[in-house]
């Protein structure tokens, strides 16, 4: 359209220059100016394509460059996990009453060792990223795929019951009181607990990319394509007990969680400068809904060794324990959203470097500390001294879903032609 216009103009400006010359001197006193039949003569179809191809104004032709591959160093962050109170110190007088008397803690007796406040704050994961593309005379094609590799949080917590006992917190079903069972206590009991908590995440997407409107960039592309996000935790905790009398008893337990999603996705990506020399912008939006395949594994166990006796081991820990122990598994309507912004600096043509920011965020996630009942009837467990009888089923599962992001900075490297 803006070839032929512009062909239209050029005819239309040489007609009028030649109308516009002087007119012969008439013939006779009869002789009248003689003027064109049209304004112009119709556009010449090789002219407009030469105009085309001069300006570049064919709408569906893709822009950039034809190839490019880019890789990244990713330093994020993750949303924290939020989780009971896994270690517990209790003050060595108030623990030796509790045990004398069979009585529960006076409230804000004990303090929260590990995690550290209500969360366990991962800190920053080292990752990776990387990038291939090529674009076709009117479409192009992209993949990327990202990688943050596990990262652990754990303490440990032994001694002998001085000055502090170390002990695990639960809330007793039917009364709703904060219990600490204790791993260690003053002449009764030298023990403590370790605790673990990790997070990995990783993904990729493919698009095709189309030419979209151009607002305030050089050039624009819309993205459609497919997306897949894999976020894997476990939280395991290990409680050990070694009473004078010569009895111990051990608990061990974990809970994973994996949440798959798998979606359709739309997004746009503009550029200002993406290939000449200088400082430009790169801006990328994406969008997924699609299907969240959420599981919880809850397993744990316990063992009773006593003098004299083989150790008695049975299924069941503290929290994975009753109905809340085995596979859980559902499938849920998700949105992921991904947002990039790089400052990006071309050496050339070819080679571009980059910093920036990114997120992703994810509407719903299962993580093992949502998988936590802390109401539990201890009259079902053994290694409870002593408890109160009680016919409530707790714990039970529950899905207990929260959302997610990554967020973090990005440094790159993206060769081009």
């Known amino acids: 359209m803006r070839s032929a216009i512009l062909a239209s103009a050029v005819c239309l400006a040489a007609a009028v220059t030649a109308n516009a010359q002087p007119a012969a001197a008439p013939a006779g006193p009869a002789a009248t100016p003689a003027y064109s039949s049209s304004l112009a003569p119709a556009a010449d179809p090789a002219l407009a394509a030469k105009l085309d191809a001069v300006t570049g104004a064919d709408p569906w032709a893709m822009a950039g460059p034809r190839a490019w591959a880019s890789a990244d160093y990713l330093l994020w962050w993750v949303r924290p996990m939020a989780t009971p109170d ?6 060595s007088a108030l623990a030796l009453n509790a045990v004398a008397t069979n009585s529960t803690l006076p409230p804000g007796a004990a303090q929260r060792f590990f995690p550290d406040g209500n969360t366990v704050q991962f800190g920053a994961f080292s990752g990776v990223r990387g990038t291939v ?27 002998n019951g001085t000055p502090y006992s170390v002990a695990e917190s639960y809330i007793r079903a039917g009364t709703g009181t904060p219990i600490s069972l204790l791993a260690s206590a003053p002449g009764q009991s030298i023990g403590g607990i370790s605790s673990s908590v990790s997070s990995q995440l990783w993904g990729f997407d493919t698009n ?38 010569g009895s111990s008893f051990l608990i061990n337990e974990s809970v994973q969680t994996r949440n798959q999603f798998y979606g359709a996705q739309v997004g746009l990506n503009g550029k200002i400068n993406g290939m000449e020399r200088g400082i430009g912008l790169d801006a990328t939006g994406k969008l997924a809904l699609g299907s969240m395949q959420q599981q919880a594994t809850l397993l744990g166990t316990n063992t009773i060794v006593v003098p004299g006796s083989a150790p008695s081991t049975q299924t069941g820990g503290l929290f994975a324990s009753g109905a809340n122990q085995g596979t859980f598994a559902r499938g849920k309507i ?56 009680n016919a409530v089923n707790r714990p039970t599962f529950q899905w207990h879903a929260s959302d997610f992001w990554a967020q973090g900075i990005n440094f790159g490297l993206r060769l081009q032609y």
């Open 133 to 159: 593309g090529v674009n076709f005379e009117r479409f192009g094609l992209d993949a990327t795929g990202f990688f943050l590799p596990q990262v652990t949080k754990s303490a440990s917590l032994f001694n």
């Open 334 to 389: 998700a949105m992921v959203y991904e947002q990039n912004v790089n400052a990006t600096y071309n050496f050339n043509r070819w080679t571009q470097i980059y910093v920036g920011y990114s997120i992703i965020y994810v509407s719903s996630v299962m993580r093992p500390g949502n998988a936590i009942d802390p109401v539990i009837n201890d009259a079902n467990l053994r290694f409870v001294a002593n408890p109160p009888a």
């Open 208 to 245: 095709a990319r189309l030419p979209f409107y151009n607002f305030l960039t050089d050039y624009t592309d819309a993205l459609v394509g497919f997306r897949y996000l894999d976020l894997q935790e476990k939280l395991a905790t290990n409680f050990t007990s070694n009473l004078n009398s």
């Open 86 to 91: 896994l270690i517990q110190t209790v003050p």
